[in-house]
Structures are given as structure tokens and as C-alpha cells.
């Protein structure tokens, strides 16, 4: 069995993401951007960055030509257009160069009370965009405590499954993120995250052994060679070391190495 899961784990392309949520300016992508062209150009891995809807389209245009992919943070769940003032439609998003976009992001479902319903609804309309959502799941620590992981998670996968379908969902990148280690500076050990990692792949079933899961949890250069190591582990969802163009070069660099 571990010889089969090492030999599908080959075919995961592993995937950085840098989440930069409500940080930036003009003058910060600029500078950012070019300071990662170099180090990241020569990557075997899958890179991405996810700036602030504002900032998408100078981004897009900055990486023009270059193997970094364009993420959002959220999408609107109507229409492509309509009188919905403030949303921001999954056409319009790949209009301006995305391919990815946030689905369910921790921060959306506990300060701005996103129900698995909600995110399942965003989902559909992202495939229905032609994005490829990254599908954000992950527990409280008070339900980490209670030992409800699995059930949390599961509850959220199964919310998305109903809607889109297994097919949709396992041709997805999926980004486990235990809402306790977000921003706290806290992180799940490896062997935590590989085990709910494990979990979602399993509940996943057959089609899941081509699904990348991403870690997203307060990584740094520090960890991530330990968390990269892990089998169910296909790269990160990083946050606030996305902003440090160092720091997030060095992340790129251990998983190009695993």
C-alpha cells in the first residue's frame, strides 16, 4: 500500500499559493512581483498569488509570460452581471487573468459568516466561470478539543459534493486549514495535518488520489520542509509569509524539493 500511495502522490504536482488577503499597493505589487520573477522562474513546482481584487489585473499583467498563476480571494454566487453593487463576478475575474479563485476561505465563513451552503454556491459558480477553485475547509479550535476534525471537515466537503458533484470536487485543489492556526502563529505538527489530510483524501475516494491538498496554517521556511514531506500533502496555502518575498521564495524552493 505505501508503495501505491507514493507512486500516486508523483503525479500531484505540489502547489504554492500565497494568499496576501487585505495587504498591498500599487507600488507593492510592483516591488514584490519583481522581486520574485527570478527566484521562481525556474520552479518544477505550481505557483500562485492571490492579491486583492483591486490589484488582479496589474498583477496579471506584471507576471505576463511567466509560470505564476492569478488567483482571487472571493467571487460573487450570482449572476456574471447584474445590479449585485460591490460583487465581483467569476467571468469578470477570469476576464482580468485569473485561473484560481478562494473558496470558502476560513475568514469568509467566521467573520463574514459564510455557511457551507454559501461556499458551495461559490463553488459551482467558479467551475461555471472556468476557474478552479481552491476549496478552503478546516475546523475551530474548540471543535479540534471536542475531537470533531473529521466531522467538520467532512460536513464541509459533503456541503460542496451535493451541490457541484464528486466529480467537480476531486478535480479541485482543496486547502486544509485548521482556523486555529491562522494568523496565531500557531501550526498543526506534520503528523496533524497529514492526518486530516489522509482523512479528506479517503473521504474523497478513488478520485481523490489526484486531488491536491494544500496545508495552509501559519507555514514559514521554518516548517515547511517538514510539512512537505508528508505523503497527503501536495504544498501550502501561505498567508502572512506571502507578503515577504524571501520568505515566500524559500517555501517555493522546499517544495520544489520534496
Known amino acids: 500500500m505505501a508503495v501505491i ?4 502522490r508523483v503525479t500531484r504536482k505540489p502547489l504554492v499559493a500565497g494568499n496576501w488577503k487585505m495587504h498591498g499597493s500599487r507600488d507593492f505589487v510592483a516591488a514584490h512581483l519583481q522581486a520574485l520573477e527570478a527566484p521562481l522562474s525556474e520552479l518544477a513546482i505550481d505557483i500562485a498569488v492571490f492579491p486583492p481584487a ?3 489585473d ?4 506584471q507576471l505576463a509570460g511567466l509560470p505564476v498563476a492569478i488567483g482571487a480571494q472571493d467571487l460573487s454566487l450570482e449572476e456574471d452581471s447584474g445590479a449585485f453593487t460591490g460583487e465581483v463576478s467569476g467571468a469578470m475575474l477570469k476576464d482580468v487573468g485569473c485561473s484560481l479563485v478562494l473558496v470558502g476561505h476560513s475568514e469568509r465563513r467566521t467573520i463574514y459568516g459564510e455557511s457551507n451552503e454559501t461556499v458551495a454556491k461559490k463553488f ?4 461555471s466561470a472556468g476557474l478552479t477553485p481552491v476549496l478552503c475547509v478546516g475546523e475551530t479550535l474548540e471543535q479540534r478539543e471536542a475531537g470533531e476534525t473529521q466531522q467538520v471537515v467532512s460536513a464541509q466537503l459533503q456541503a460542496v459534493a451535493a451541490v457541484a458533484g464528486l466529480d467537480r470536487l476531486t478535480a479541485s485543489i482543496i486547502a486544509y486549514e485548521p482556523v486555529w492556526a491562522i494568523g496565531t502563529g500557531k501550526t498543526a505538527t506534520p503528523d ?13 475516494g478513488a478520485e481523490g488520489a489526484k486531488t491536491r491538498i494544500l496545508y495552509g496554517g501559519s507555514v514559514k521556511a521554518a516548517n515547511a520542509r517538514e510539512l512537505f514531506s508528508r505523503p497527503d500533502i501536495d504544498g501550502g496555502l501561505i498567508g502572512g509569509a506571502a507578503l515577504v518575498p ?13
Open 5 to 8: 500511495r507514493e507512486a500516486v
Open 124 to 127: 459551482v459558480a467558479a467551475c
Open 192 to 204: 496533524q495535518a497529514q492526518e486530516v489530510h489522509q482523512g479528506i483524501r479517503h473521504w474523497l
Open 54 to 56: 483591486v490589484y488582479l
Open 58 to 61: 496589474l498583477a496579471a499583467r
Open 246 to 258: 524571501e520568505e515566500f521564495s524559500a517555501i517555493c524552493r522546499l517544495a520544489d524539493q520534496q
